[in-house]
């Protein structure tokens, strides 16, 4: 049986999800969290169950990526039933979704989460009333408590094995025209009155959708744009324009939804939300919310800064013990050129990568999480709506932002939250210039040598790498400036985004989910990008001509160009050879400098610096390094992303470009006036 799970954004959705999958499915307490689907599968009382979690939305009339996925599942794929989730304290607005989807399916379970925050607020909801208005049952759920899933599994079993049917809302003032245009809807289990009036808003991503699953053609038959033609000029007379019937459409759904709450809602109490304003008055304050959420991001690189080095050394030290062990045992059986690319060359990067950026991911990410759940995401959209609008971009690009922290491809595909063409790509094409993971020990290692004094604590470091981030956030809004003016012009759109309830995090679920989600996710993904590198790196390494190898010859031949913006030709080439995996830049600088066909751990920082010193390096340089670092072209992955999102080559070209053009640009301007 293939059941889809959708709801309004940040209903706990995906947490329901897991709970009936047994999956670990991401959850946050904040809306947009889900931008695509997700498969998982349970079986009980003997049936076997496909659930898919689906992009939340808040309606059927689609003006996001994300909310296209939904709307496309409900109206087009052949599935078994549905669960739509409600958050218990805002019932009222979910029902809104609800009774969209009843005008096309009743195979449907409402499923109404939260109800534990819905007692502390002294909601009352009568189950069984509501059940009965809707005509499809109605489960009560505390999913992060495990509670209603028994139930929830019952009513599945029910809806499953019925004849589909659907539920007419009657819109008086629009149906009466309508049927002469029922005769070009097939005669499909649908509800062909829905289908014509979101015909009749020129909704064309849905009519296509409607004619490939039908095999219609309402999209080009000249006899239903006549009767369409007609019918508006109908609607015309009574004061109804096109672009008047999705609004009077929701209007009527609205007024259903009030009734049916005015029925089933008892409140204890009106000022139920007194704890969320008061602290919504500090954190979205104008005065006080930037300043706070500047300390949190401080207080969370702090924290990682101080923590990261402990675990990074003993998987130095383990990561490399075993390459003895490895390589002693290749050796024995395969060519010692074959021994050496696989360990001194594979394995090694791989593992500088785990060492290097394993245990950053494992403090940042639970940190980062903490602050999702506790509901902090969206007021940073919020306070900093203000800076995009005048970019002529809007708010969501601050939710993108803040996922490229940890991976700048979770932020590109982040992106689909946003409704707006243009404005996805002006979020897509500046994503990178926050620095992501994979950057931060680069950055990290170049402020400890070269910024601040021997005696400065982890406070100093985390200070200064706050500045180059905030520098990375003041690029990204004149950048995006400049291209909603130039080649993707426009006007930035509404920005509507819910502020939800403020929750405790669930501390151990954060660890684990982190952890396993997001750690071992962005970790994954740098693992098989780092294997093909550490083989080309000792390719490069290895391989000479006339005693010179080819990383040297390149970095000679980049030289010039290299010192011209503060820097040389081996860092140049540092960043080419890192363009799969940014964590390995250090460790091929490191190589090229000391003219060995392996990379090096020189884990003393001491050590490094009178490295960098001997070859010329000087603050000017390091200060080179770090913006070039937080500005130059995206990693492999993220720019394979990119190609996928948009599509186009032209793009991810720009995605490409763009801060590299930056980086290049501040770099000269630096090194001519200091350098």
Known sequence: MKIGLIGNPNVGKSTIFNGLTGMRQHTGNWPGKTVSSTTGYKVYN??????????GCYSLFAHSKEEEVTRDFVYFSNYDGLIIVCDGTALERNLNLVLQVLEITDKVVLCVNLLDEAKKKKIDIDMDKLSNLLGIPVVGMVARSKKGFDELLLALEKICFKKSGFKKINYDFLSDEIDSLKK?????????????????????????????????????????KDEKNMILN???KKGIYREDIERLMLEKINEESEKICLDVLHYGKLDYNKKDRFLDKILTNKITGIPIMLLLLFLILWITISLANIPSDFLYDKLFWFEDVLYNFLISFLPTWFSDLLVHGIYR???????VMLPPMAIFFPLFTILEDFGLLPRIAFNLDKGF???????KQSLTMLMGFGCNVVGVTGARIIDSDRERLISILTNSFVPCNGRFP????????FLITDGSSGLMRALILLIFILIGVIVTFIVSKILSVTILKGVSSSFTLEL???????????????????????LKRALLVSAPAGLIIW???????????LLKIFSNFLNPFGEMIGMDGVILMAFLLGFPANEIVTAIMVMGYMSLGMIVDINDMMLLKTLFIDNGWSLVTAICVMIFSLFHFPCLTTLITIKKETGSYFWSFLAFIIPLCIGVSICFVINLLFG
């Open 184 to 224: 070009f809807i097939p005669n499909i289990l649908i509800n062909s009155d829905n289908v014509i009036l979101r015909y009749l808003t020129d909704d064309y991503d849905f009519i296509n959708a409607f004619d490939f699953k039908y095999k219609t053609d309402l999209m080009r038959n000249l006899d239903i």
């Open 46 to 55: 003997g049936v076997r169950y496909q659930f898919e979690d689906l992009p």
């Open 500 to 522: 939800p309830p403020y929750r405790k995090p669930q501390i151990c679920k954060v660890l684990v989910r982190s952890l396993i989600d997001r750690t071992w996710f962005v």
């Open 442 to 449: 680069l950055l990290i290692s170049l402020i400890t040598m």
């Open 539 to 549: 390719i490069f390494a290895n391989v000479c001509i006339d005693g010179n190898s």
């Open 349 to 355: 990067v791989m593992a500088w990568v785990v060492a």
């Open 234 to 236: 109908k609607f015309r």
């Open 389 to 395: 609008e005048k970019c002529n971009s809007c708010g």
